[in-house]
């Protein structure tokens, strides 16, 4: 299936939550390599996927891609509360800035016109 990994004609925000996505699923798969483990390495290899169909502007793709964002920031704020301190006060960051870029209202009004 060929396509596009980045769309220059998107809104900078879904071309931000897009390459965010991507550099998250590199960074996760750099982790599990170096470590051994990382915790969100499942959600990471999807969001990346869901990313591709953003760049296609694919909507199924658009609401998967929510739905992991959301589903990273609940697994951050879990780990957080049973014991895994605030060291993850900075990957809650990250998570909800994803979230943020995602559901953006300029991403919103993109992706109601010109997803399929």
């Given at each position: 299936?060929?396509?596009?990994w980045i769309?220059?004609?998107?809104?900078q925000?879904?071309?931000?939550?897009?390459?965010?996505?991507?550099?998250?699923?590199a960074?996760a798969l750099?982790?599990t390599?170096?470590?051994?483990?990382s915790?969100f390495?499942?959600?990471?290899i999807?969001?990346?996927?869901a990313?591709f169909?953003?760049?296609?502007e694919?909507?199924v793709?658009?609401?998967?891609?929510?739905?992991?964002?959301?589903?990273?920031?609940?697994?951050?704020?879990?780990?957080?509360?049973?014991g895994?301190?605030?060291?993850g006060?900075l990957?809650?960051?990250?998570?909800?800035?994803?979230?943020?870029?995602?559901?953006?209202?300029e991403s919103?009004?993109?992706?109601r016109?010109?997803?399929k």
């Amino acid at each position: 299936m060929p396509g596009r990994w980045i769309d220059h004609s998107q809104p900078q925000t879904l071309q931000g939550a897009v390459l965010f996505s991507y550099l998250n699923a590199a960074m996760a798969l750099l982790f599990t390599l170096i470590l051994g483990q990382s915790p969100f390495l499942f959600i990471f290899i999807l969001l990346a996927v869901a990313a591709f169909g953003v760049a296609n502007e694919r909507r199924v793709a658009y609401w998967a891609a929510v739905v992991l964002a959301c589903a990273y920031v609940l697994g951050v704020l879990f780990i957080m509360v049973t014991g895994g301190g605030f060291g993850g006060i900075l990957n809650l960051l990250f998570a909800g800035i994803l979230v943020a870029l995602l559901l953006h209202p300029e991403s919103r009004h993109y992706e109601r016109i010109w997803f399929k």
